[in-house]
């Protein structure tokens, strides 16, 4: 394909979690506008890889916009300049030919830098592991899940909340680094169900513990999360645990 | 309740709210007195509730409280400015924070400081005389046979130089800003600002941001254009 875009790329390069990182130039011709960001990043790995250089690291898995491993801050944005979509998502349309794209990993004291633009965010896993759950017992003689009535507009906002994919989007948008999108929606989701109500105390207490303890900032309710987030989850779940965690510590 | 509730991220945030929803309710009684100047009555009603203000023990004593929820939402503010900047030890090379928030929701911690200045040239101005040095104007006047302090005529010999006026209106401009993310963001932190009453609480938040900075920056500008008698 001829007279495609010709890019400049700003990449961020980090050898390890341990090496300095810094930004690095690179010149792409020819992309097409119907290209995915991340199939322009093939692109872009595949001529590094002719010529003999390191390919860039980043995270994917099934481009279609709902396992949250893709990641990337483009161009001053968490997934690009696009709204409700995942990078994988996120189409070269959306940029001009002779367009300077900056491409950087999540910038948090919880996300460490693997390499490249990967990040680590088991930080994430461990916030789940500490109350992200409902305990079921499997015995044999499970209870169906649909015999328990649950409102239409509960089951609505927890479906709402259960939409977050994890991507780590809220926490690197956030001025602050803060994590309580992420937490406040995981917290939610149970929290607005009768499954949840057994563990609610403990799972909004523990949650929000581990995440204190991962090194996240303080959310101060700038809102960046809800606009930045390719699920565009509300800024209410954070509200609403905001409402828990208070509930949880003040009643005996 | 849980010991860890103490340290948690939720708590400063609780603080922050409560300490905040405090203040705002000391800037209501504070806006009301002294719109009483308006009165055009050479300051008689103004002085009369800066003199009970003044001398009723229970404001005094809830005088000492406004100053602990300040020194609290100034030390909250704090700790969370710095933990948030250690949240993020490696900065974007690229950031475009105005694609998703308002700036001076982000500078929460600069317009505080700057409010934080104007209060120490605010008191030094007003609470400092009438406490502990003394006024420089007409110092007393007698209202319905009462020997009352004229806090009245020290507005007016403050607010007669121009420089003194647009320090207070950059003031009202620091504490508009403030207040445009501070009462709403008090709200969402308790919680509250959930579901209906989302639109709502934002929407007073905004129309009382406005109408207490337009009120407290209309006291020094009429009083510098003798508007008030």
Not at chain 2, 220 to 229: G, K, Q, R, T
Request: aromatic content about 10%; glycine content about 8%; overall charge neutral.
């Amino acid at each position: 394909m001829e007279n495609g875009m010709n890019l400049t790329l700003k990449v961020w390069r980090q050898q390890n979690a341990e090496a300095p990182g810094q930004m690095v130039e690179y010149k792409l011709g020819n992309v097409s506008p119907d290209m995915s960001f991340l199939e322009m990043m093939d692109v872009l790995n595949d001529e590094l890889i002719r010529r003999g250089e390191d390919s860039i690291a980043f995270d994917h898995d099934c481009r279609e916009g709902i396992c949250g491993m893709c990641s990337m801050f483009i161009n001053g944005e968490a997934h690009g300049p696009n709204r409700g979509v995942t990078t994988c998502q996120l189409h070269m349309r959306s940029f001009k030919d002779g367009d300077t794209i900056f491409i950087e990993p999540w910038r948090s004291a919880g996300f460490p830098v693997i390499k490249d633009l990967m990040v680590d965010r088991s930080a994430f896993d461990r916030i789940q592991q500490a109350g992200g759950f409902i305990s079921v017992n499997t015995s044999g003689r499970t209870m169906d899940a649909n015999a328990i009535p649950v409102p239409k507009s509960d089951a609505d906002k927890a479906f709402d909340a259960a939409t977050c994919i994890g991507c780590g989007a809220c926490v690197a948008s956030c001025p602050n680094g803060s994590a309580m999108l992420f937490v406040g929606a995981k917290v939610s989701q149970f929290a607005l169900l009768p499954q949840g109500q057994p563990e609610r105390k403990e799972r909004v207490e523990n949650m929000v513990k581990q995440m204190d303890a991962e090194g996240f900032g303080n959310c101060s309710n700038i809102g960046a999360c809800e606009v930045q987030c390719p699920k565009s989850i509300s800024i209410e779940n954070i509200g609403r645990m905001n409402r828990e965690y208070l509930a949880a510590n003040l009643k005996p | 309740m849980a010991k860890g509730i103490f340290k948690s991220s939720l708590t400063k945030k609780y603080t922050m709210a409560l300490t905040g929803l405090f203040l705002i309710s000391f800037l209501v009684v504070h806006a009301a007195i002294n719109a009483m100047i308006f009165f055009n009555d050479g300051g008689k009603t103004f002085n009369e509730w800066g003199h009970f203000m003044g001398t009723n023990l229970i404001v005094r004593t809830m005088e000492i409280g406004l100053f602990a929820g300040l020194i609290l939402h100034i030390v909250d503010g704090l700790v969370l400015y710095f933990q948030n900047r250690a949240a993020r030890p490696v900065k974007y090379a690229y950031e475009k924070p105005s694609a998703s928030s308002q700036w001076y929701s982000r500078s929460m911690a600069i317009l505080g400081t700057l409010i934080l200045l104007f209060l120490v040239i605010h008191l030094k101005d007003f609470w400092l005389k009438t406490r502990i040095t003394e006024l420089t104007g007409n110092k007393h006047m007698y209202i319905n046979g009462v020997w009352m302090e004229n806090l009245y005529s020290e507005m007016r010999l403050v607010f007669s130089e121009l420089w003194v006026v647009i320090l207070y209106v950059v003031g009202c401009f620091s504490l508009f800003w403030h207040l445009l993310h501070g009462f709403r963001s008090a709200f969402q932190s308790m919680g509250w600002s959930q579901g209906q009453y989302k639109e709502i609480i934002g929407l007073s938040g905004d129309a009382f941001s406005v109408v207490i900075s337009a009120l407290f920056a209309s006291m020094p500008i009429a009083m510098y254009l003798n508007l008030v008698h």
